[in-house]
């Protein structure tokens, strides 16, 4: 295992050294490489690009080596090293079970266990657990992940346009993911769905912006999908519909509880086909109560689609 | 890291560097550890391990490579000891899909009643992220899905411990409520929901209930024996009764982004055109009562309008309107 053997004395050099390394200087202090400088140069490159793959911080820097600029290389230990965490026996265990529990589809399955290797393995007992959870990876979400980690801006394609964004969150809601950032042309706080991005999606330089205090999440309300000052409207949720209702979205205002079990909500609505679609959703066990203007034209939609009926010739009707 | 990389049986060279850079700085943090502890923590065999060490113990080191600069281990009584130089002390940060995998399951699941009850995954989770940077634990979030804590928890409960549950179920699909008695087998997320694949006693049969859906969940004493073999947990959620043609405007593209879709095509005159399963009654109301009059629906199989069940439906909500004088008295 001669490339083995390199590979590992390689990593000790580079991170033991405290000057960067020219190739020469890594010829002479690392067994294993070649005699012959062709066979040597590309034996050293393949070893650094695996490196690299495994996640080796391996940097490159120009030194005069007499008065001649030479590439040399050296591993910083602060970017190498992962931080103690300082995990419980129990903690330890409990990211292990998550880790076999939720898979991200598309990711390599042996991701979780190579971390999992680096935090200290597995602590034996822990009982293996049957996937309960699987959650999809678009192709944008690793990208995203790191330019949120490293404050880079990003910029993709939208709604037939490019936009650009300083990521703040990615959020996995009601089986899609979502990006919340600031758009920069909008000058706004914004969520786009991952599914909807055109590619490619291009990263910016490394710390190009600064985080927000708070880091804000995707809001799923259609109701509230518009500008304009918004209009307070209350439905009724019978309550069949009222625990799924509040379940899902437990920030809701209730303004009434019923002996019945049946709840009245107020919503604030700026999009009065959100809120719409959000009352048909209910059927018959939901009702828009006020204000008397979008009770109104709920009840004018439904007497279109009722009288629409009579507008097409029907083929004969089921007894 | 590609999947191409990993191939299962040889182990590559790159991989059996990564597995030492791993497991050699626990080793050196915990000196005196036995052979077997190692393997079963690392997930390896007694021959591997001993292998790397050996390796290890002969190859690596430093220049010039003489003795008090080559690495030092001793197997001793089946306990192991290492001595490094200032080198393989700490291991290797995580990758960035490492690191992505093992935030967004702990996420998933953290402070999750039934899952995480008393918050050790939060906390592992809070000190992972601190390890990843700064900022790490905002920047994912996972939503599985929304569900009553308690019900969830009892759920959990049933599955893990083969007990029968009694729920009170809304269907929402056909829009009515059933007390029902069933025998857990699995639970599981699926598409921004948390389901309970289930035995149905009451209906005699395999069912898949969503958790958010049940609204009271009571363990009771009973067990039951579960199948042996659930597959791979690819269930269908939804299985199609009819099959549904819709053409309309553009503005109809939200149907097939919201539910799996058989066909989804442009016609030539921009109106678009789109084929689904249409799962019970009440689920095709709504959907047709929100699409509105514009939007040709036909059975596919039939070829009859889907007109007169939007009509009915819309009379028949029309009516709680128009009966009401005074808006949300109780019926």
């Known amino acids: 295992m001669a490339k083995l053997d390199r590979l590992l004395n390689l990593i000790a050099a580079l991170l033991e050294t405290s000057i960067p390394l020219t190739a020469e200087q890594i010829r002479e202090r690392v067994p294993g490489y070649s005699e012959s400088p062709d066979a040597f140069h590309r034996a050293f490159e393949r070893d650094k690009d695996d490196l690299r793959e495994l996640g080796i911080p391996i940097d490159t820097v120009t030194v005069e080596h007499f008065e001649q600029p030479r590439s040399a290389y050296i591993i910083e230990r602060d970017r190498y090293e992962l931080p103690d965490p300082g995990f419980e026996l129990e903690e330890l265990a409990a990211i292990q079970l998550a880790a076999t529990a939720v898979q991200l589809e598309g990711l390599d399955p042996d991701d979780a266990a190579d971390g999992l290797r680096k935090l200290g393995g597995v602590v034996a007992g822990a009982a293996p657990t049957p996937p309960i959870g699987a959650v999809p990876t678009p192709p944008a979400l690793l990208e995203l992940f790191v330019a949120i980690l490293e404050r880079r801006r990003v910029g993709f394609g939208y709604g037939g346009a490019r936009r650009s964004v300083e990521p703040h969150r990615l959020q996995f809601e009601r089986g899609r993911w979502y990006l919340t950032g600031h758009d920069l042309d909008r000058q706004a706080r914004r969520s786009f769905r991952l599914d909807r991005m055109e590619p490619p999606v291009e990263s910016g330089e490394q710390g190009s912006f600064e985080p927000p205090e708070k880091v804000h999440g995707v809001r799923l309300r259609p109701w509230e999908l518009g500008s304009g000052d918004p209009v307070a409207a209350t439905v009724l949720l019978e309550a069949e519909v009222a625990r799924t209702v509040l379940n899902e979205d437990p920030g809701l205002a209730v303004v009434e509880r019923r002996e019945d079990g049946s709840v009245v909500i107020e919503l604030a609505v700026r999009n009065g086909i959100g809120l719409r679609n959000f009352v048909l959703t209910l059927l018959d066990r939901g009702e828009l109560l006020g204000p008397p203007e979008l009770r109104d034209e709920f009840v004018d939609w439904l007497r279109t689609l009722a009288r629409h009926r009579s507008d097409v010739s029907l083929p004969e009707e089921d007894a | ?331």
Not at chain 2, 11 to 21: C, Q, S, W
Request: glycine share 8%.
């Open chain 2, 1 to 331: 890291m590609t999947p191409q990389s990993k191939g299962r049986g040889r182990v590559t060279a790159t991989e059996r560097v990564e597995r030492i850079l791993a497991v050699l700085p626990w080793v050196v943090q915990h000196q005196g550890s036995t052979v077997d502890e190692l393997c079963s923590r690392f997930g390896m065999n007694r021959t591997e391990l001993i292998d790397d060490l050996e390796f290890v113990f002969y190859n690596v080191g430093l220049y010039p490579f003489t003795p008090d600069m080559l690495a030092e281990v001793l197997i001793e009584d089946d306990r192991v000891t290492v001595r490094l130089g200032d080198y393989f002390q700490r291991p290797l940060r995580l990758t960035h899909e490492e690191a992505l995998t093992l935030l967004a399951a702990g996420r998933a699941l953290e402070d999750r009643p039934g899952i995480d009850p008393d918050g050790t995954l939060r906390r592992a989770v809070a000190k992972l992220s601190r390890a990843l940077g700064e900022g790490s634990v905002e920047a994912v979030d996972v939503e599985l899905g929304a569900a009553d804590p308690q019900v969830l928890a009892a759920v959990r409960t049933a599955v893990e411990q083969s007990r029968q549950v009694s729920i009170d179920y809304y269907s929402y699909g056909r829009d009515e409520p059933s007390h029902r008695l069933v025998e857990p087998w699995r639970l599981l997320a699926r598409e921004g929901h948390w389901y309970v694949l289930a035995f149905c006693r009451t209906a005699d049969g395999e069912r898949l209930f969503r958790v958010d859906r049940i609204a009271r969940a009571e363990l009771t004493d009973a067990t039951f024996e579960p199948p042996a073999d659930l597959g791979d947990g690819a269930f269908e959620l939804s299985e199609g009764t009819r099959t549904v043609e819709l053409v309309g405007g553009p503005g109809i593209a939200w149907v097939a982004e919201t539910f799996p879709v058989d066909e989804d095509e442009e016609l030539d005159d921009g109106r678009r055109r789109i084929v689904l399963p249409a799962t019970a009654t009440p689920w095709l109301e709504r959907l047709l009562l929100r699409l509105g009059p514009d939007v040709e629906a036909v059975d596919r199989d039939s070829g009859a309008s889907l007109a007169p069940i939007t009509a009915a439906a819309a009379q028949r909500l029309l009516e709680r309107y128009e009966r009401d004088t005074e808006p949300g008295a109780s019926r």
